[in-house]
């Protein structure tokens, strides 16, 4: 028996996900400033609004007058939904939403049960490293924050930045290890034009599309296009075929 998938409703992206997100898993966005991670979290949760499944976004960067905003760009009146009761935008930080989540009766807890929240994204979960220098301690954090949206039958969507060039260390997070899909976006060089790409990396209990595909920000927001291809080269490295480059974009962290 098939199970209901959880659509983002981002062109493209459900097709490579076999249809959408598992129910009641925690998805990560991993990409450089400017490739929209928020954005595609923005449109997961605006598009479950409009299916009738109520979203919390909790962000540790933006206020929520910016998320108003942004969101306004692509037609998307967050001010007005959460007038209506369908979508919560809290503004905290990693300390204090952590202990929050875990505690019986927090804020979180309350939103989820009194607006009924089925969908949340986490903006960004980079700011989880200042916790912790440990990364044992800080493994046990983010699975402990991670798995408290499982536990009330929440899909999440959790933003986690990388570097631009990919000569810049990579994060020492964990939370790959931790996330049941990893999605990652990155900025390539074609035809001496920049480009953005997307890669589902893994899906843990599902099959998924196993290529690289071009996407855009529209007015609409993001659309997944078709997959690469020719030649091309990413940003900080030198133009190759795209199998030797798009390895050491994606595969070699």
Sequence with gaps: ?????????????????????????ANMVEGAPGTGKTTLGMQFIH???QLGEPGLII?????????????????????????QGLLKIVMTSPEVSRLDIESIDGMVEKTIREMGIQRVMVDSM???????????????????????????GITSILTHESPIFMGESASNSVISFLVDSYIILRYVEFESMIHKALLVLK???????????????TQQG????????????????????????????????
């Design 1 to 25: 028996m098939s199970i209901e998938r959880v659509k983002t409703g981002i062109k493209g992206l459900d097709e490579m996900l076999r249809g959408g997100f598992l129910p009641e898993t």
């Design 47 to 49: 598009h479950g609004i």
């Design 59 to 83: 962000t540790f960067e933006q206020f929520p007058e910016q998320f108003y905003h942004n969101a306004m760009a692509f037609g998307w009146n967050f001010a007005e939904l959460e007038k």
């Design 126 to 152: 980079s700011h989880f490293s200042r916790l912790s220098q440990d990364p044992v301690e800080l493994r046990s954090l983010e699975f402990s924050f991670i798995n408290a949206f499982k536990r009330y």
């Design 203 to 217: 899906m843990r209990g599902s099959d998924h599309a196993k290529d690289i595909r071009q996407y855009n920000i």
């Design 222 to 253: 993001i659309e997944v296009q078709a997959k690469f291809e020719g030649r091309e080269g990413i940003l900080s490295g030198h133009p190759r075929r795209m199998a030797n480059s798009f390895v050491e974009a994606f595969v070699k962290r």
